[in-house]
């Protein structure tokens, strides 16, 4: 799996425990809808550590959650 599906994945999932959309998701991440949109559709391929985190802040949980996840034990590092 690549990063970017990884964090794609790791979002979606985080959503549905928390019954929330990707926009209500956004909103609360001070995040566009089109920035997320593109990260869950996998057109942005390197989302920044910035986002990420600011989705965490909408999410309320730390960079460390988001990472402690099954989906980022086996991601393909080929460049």
Do not use: H
């Amino acid at each position: 799996m690549t990063i970017s599906k990884a964090i794609s994945t790791r979002i979606l999932n985080l959503c549905k425990e928390k019954n929330i959309s990707i926009n209500k998701l956004a909103n609360m991440s001070f995040l566009t809808q089109s920035t997320l949109q593109s990260i869950i559709i996998g057109e942005s391929n390197n989302p920044k550590l910035l986002t990420i985190s600011r989705v965490c802040y909408g999410l309320e949980i730390s960079l460390e959650e988001f990472f402690s996840d099954e989906a980022f034990n086996n991601i393909d590092l080929k460049i």
